[in-house]
């Protein structure tokens, strides 16, 4: 139990266009889910929390409306990068956590953006 | 400084060599620890997940946490070449709430 699926796991794009990014819980509700950011040979930064029905929460330093993340329901947040440039290339994941029990914090695959 | 410090290492071991692998944190408000293990282009694994201080056990792995010292180890015994992958450290206030995340340690296991 407690999959969640991300999608794509590779896309390349064109500077300038706009690129979503898909994080399901496959099998549970996830009431919240976090969006990572990984740059190669680094750890992961939080780039925000995302509940469902409710506005996300950016950290410090993130562009939310370069970010603009969704959570509209208990299984699916989307994370779309608008306006992709080359330095945002980089590698996504996301996390979701249960409503309850064991469910915690497992993170999907990644999604690997590569901006040309 | 950095609210949970990791060595990057590289770490580099003989097959079947006992591993450690260690954080350190400042934040005392933490309680609940991970460590996941992160395969080049894939996204963590949770490996183990630790309420509070004690030890834990789970097949070939073992983790600790001292909160008097603010320190957490895994332990990998006989470790394998499928061990070879950056093992992360990472904890949180309550559950549910954002995860810190240490630097990430490489691990190598030579065959």
């Known amino acids: 139990g407690a999959v969640v699926s991300q999608h794509p796991s590779w896309v390349i794009c064109k500077s300038g266009t706009s690129v979503k990014i898909e994080c399901r819980s496959l099998d549970f509700q996830a009431t919240t889910m976090f969006w990572y950011r990984q740059f190669p040979k680094q750890s992961l930064m939080l780039m925000a929390t995302s509940n469902e029905g409710s506005k996300a929460t950016y950290e410090q330093g993130v562009e939310k409306d370069k970010f603009l993340i969704n959570h509209a329901s208990l299984t699916l947040s989307t994370l779309t990068v608008t306006s992709a440039h080359p330095e945002d290339s980089s590698f996504y994941i996301c996390?979701?956590?249960?409503?309850?029990?064991?469910?915690?914090?497992?993170f999907g695959a990644g999604s690997r953006l590569t901006v040309l | 400084q950095k609210e949970v410090e990791q060595d990057p290492g590289p770490l580099s071991v003989p097959e079947g060599a006992i591993v450690s692998l260690n954080c350190t944190y400042s934040n005392s408000a933490f309680q609940y620890f991970m460590w996941y293990r992160q395969y080049s282009r894939k996204g963590p694994e949770l490996l183990m997940y630790?309420?509070?201080?004690g030890n834990k056990e789970d097949g070939r792995f073992t983790a600790q946490v001292d909160k008097s010292s603010k320190y957490i180890s895994l332990f990998i015994r006989d470790s394998q070449p499928s061990d070879s992958a950056t093992y992360l450290c990472a904890m949180t206030v309550e559950y549910g709430n954002k995860l810190v995340f240490g630097a990430g340690t490489i691990l190598r296991v030579k065959s």
């Open positions: 996390s979701a956590v249960g409503i309850s029990g064991a469910n915690v914090l497992t």
């Open positions: 630790t309420y509070s201080s």
